[in-house]
Nanobody, 124 residues
Framework: QVQLVESGGGLVQAGGSLRLSCAAS????????MGWFRQAPGKEREFVAA????????YYADSVKGRFTISRDNAKNTVYLQMNSLKPEDTADYYC?????????????????WGQGTQVTVSS
């Protein structure tokens, strides 16, 4: 089992920045590829970003490319999502998730573990 706890959400003005954290406990964190997803009110959950177990490979949704950066610190069992130039359309609940293989990272069904989410609100 892997337990994931997100933090760092909040209210920010458009153009601002936030850094989300996802702390993992349980099985060896460095064995898992990690992803971030988000779900806006009334919408389906969508893929945001992913990172391989070593951190050497990353993958982003087109909507956040160039604005968001995913990273991880395996010594701290934590994955991060740095969000810059935030837009009102980035408002959503953000979830981190873990899976063994760095493959098909945008597919929600392939993830083994999910956090409870942290809320991000971007005001215009």
């Amino acid at each position: 089992q892997v337990q994931l706890v997100e933090s760092g959400g909040g209210l920010v003005q458009a153009g601002g920045s936030l850094r989300l954290s996802c702390a993992a406990s349980g099985r060896t964190f460095s064995n898992y590829a990690m992803g971030w997803f988000r779900q806006a009110p009334g919408k389906e959950r969508e893929f945001v970003a992913a990172i391989s177990w070593s951190g050497s490979s990353t993958y982003y949704a087109d909507s956040v490319k160039g604005r968001f950066t995913i990273s991880r610190d395996n010594a701290k069992n934590t994955v991060y999502l740095q969000m810059n130039s935030l837009k009102p359309e980035d408002t959503a609940d953000y979830y981190c998730a873990a899976k063994m293989l760095y493959s098909s990272m945008s597919v929600q069904g392939g993830y083994d573990y999910w956090g409870q989410g942290t809320q991000v609100t971007v005001s215009s």
